[in-house]
């Protein structure tokens, strides 16, 4: 079972794999060029999936993904599945953040859902028919895996590639849908000039951070390591506005044809305190509306696990979750 193999960077969302063993890694450069129609008003909460053409421009641009790609030291002869993971909004990757630092202006200008979502798409087509490294095949088969707004991204790609999509499975994690109009206000968010001005001094406003960071984790300090949320502080990183208000796409439907799971901290402070991940049954019903063609879907509620379930104290129990839905979309 191939666990580690791929891992890119933008500058606020990433892909990588996850890994269970050691592994081999080297960086990658992808260029990827994307055609895509995005929304003249950057705040459009559907990210132009319901504009009209006069409310949407063209952006058609390559962009070089830089990334990191790794393998087990021991490789299963035969092993064709590479997970495609994306993380989320001010997270990323700390140490393969600064060579992105570069491009501030072409972020603001275009980093809407439609452009992102472009690029994690033609990664993924990259990977299945190109040699990411010498030596090491195209894979036969993509496992898209996002957490919060990368899985929302991978969604929005499910929206608009429908049955043509080129992921095998989708694992979306720490994502419900949101409706329009019940997002919380983008005061939540931080100026990241503000936020640090040493390291954030020269950005435009429209680029935003989450300064405190325990909404991401249960409300019960007991349930994750206090320097897990320091860690967490010194590597956030920055978003835009933009792709923190077309959350609401999540709400649309999507005819992709591949098999779906959601995955859900039952502490999570941004979707579950409700009461909504209480009742898995009815909470599966009302999140299928959604994905009316998916092969399969299910909804897991991870006990005891925040937003960001990778960094509690019970993350094994989402981790051993994730690689049996792996196993599961590709066949193992
Ligand atoms: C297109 O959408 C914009 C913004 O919603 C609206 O103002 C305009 O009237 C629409 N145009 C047409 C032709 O429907
Ligand atoms: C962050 O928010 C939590 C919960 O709202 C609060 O208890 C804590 O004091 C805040 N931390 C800081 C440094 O403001
Ligand atoms: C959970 O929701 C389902 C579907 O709405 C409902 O039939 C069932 O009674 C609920 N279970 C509990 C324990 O409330």
Redesign the pocket.
């Known amino acids: 079972m191939l666990l580690c193999a791929f891992w890119v960077l933008f500058h606020f969302l990433g892909f990588y794999t996850v890994s269970g063993a050691s592994c081999d890694c080297s960086s990658v450069v992808i260029p990827v060029h994307v055609d895509v129609l995005v929304p003249k008003d950057p705040t459009d909460e559907f990210a132009g999936l319901k504009s009209n053409a006069s409310s949407l421009r063209r952006v058609d641009d390559t962009y070089d993904i830089f990334g990191v790609f790794c393998r087990p030291d021991v490789v299963s002869p035969g092993a064709s599945v590479v997970q495609l993971l994306v993380h989320g909004f001010t997270y990323t990757n700390q140490y393969w953040s600064p060579p992105v630092e570069e491009f501030p202006e072409l972020l603001l200008r275009s980093f809407l859902y439609p452009t992102v979502a472009a690029a994690v798409s033609q990664v993924a087509f990259h990977l299945k028919t190109a040699s990411i490294v010498s030596g090491v095949p195209p894979f036969k088969k993509v496992i898209g895996i996002g957490h919060s707004a990368g899985s929302g991204l991978l969604n929005f790609n499910a929206i608009v590639d429908g049955p043509q999509s080129i992921f095998d499975g989708l694992i979306l994690t720490g994502s419900l849908s949101v409706p329009p109009d019940t997002l919380p206000p983008p005061s939540t968010l931080t100026p990241a000039q503000d936020d640090t001005p040493l390291r954030w001094g020269t950005l435009d406003p429209g680029y935003v951070t989450t300064s405190n960071r325990s909404m991401f984790y249960p409300a019960d300090t007991t349930a994750f390591s206090p320097r897990m949320i320091e860690f967490d502080d010194f590597t956030k990183d920055v978003g835009t506005v933009s792709i923190f208000e077309q959350t609401a796409i999540t709400s649309l439907t999507a005819q992709y044809t591949g098999p779906v799971v959601k995955i859900v901290g039952s502490e999570d402070q941004l979707f579950c305190t409700t009461g909504r991940c209480?009742?898995?049954?009815?909470l599966t019903?009302s999140e299928r509306v959604g994905w009316p063609a998916a092969r399969s879907f299910e909804v897991v509620v991870e006990q005891g696990n925040g937003h960001d379930m990778n960094l509690d104290f019970k993350a094994q129990g989402p981790f051993n979750t994730f690689v049996s839905f792996v196993n599961q979309f590709s066949g193992l």
């Open positions: 209480v009742n898995v049954t009815a019903a």
